[in-house]
């Protein structure tokens, strides 16, 4: 769901700050929640915009295609 999505997002970006502040977070995931990810970032986007978080999608995703 959205709000969990919205939830991983809040503490992965605290977890990463603690660890290295200023650092923006890269979160790797497979594809559907790739494009999840993508549309919570696209509408969200002061929130969490493409500036403060990274998504890579995974390389597993790779090797299946």
């Known amino acids: 769901s959205i709000a969990m999505l919205r939830h ?11 660890v290295n ?3 923006t977070p890269v979160i790797c995931v497979d594809q559907p929640l790739f494009a999840k990810m993508k549309q919570l970032q696209w509408s969200m986007n002061t929130m969490y915009g493409e500036d403060k978080f990274v998504f890579l ?3 597993s995703y790779y090797l299946a295609s």
């Open 8 to 18: 991983c997002f809040d503490i992965v970006k605290h977890a990463v700050h603690h």
């Open 21 to 23: 502040p200023g650092q």
């Open 57 to 59: 999608l995974s390389w």
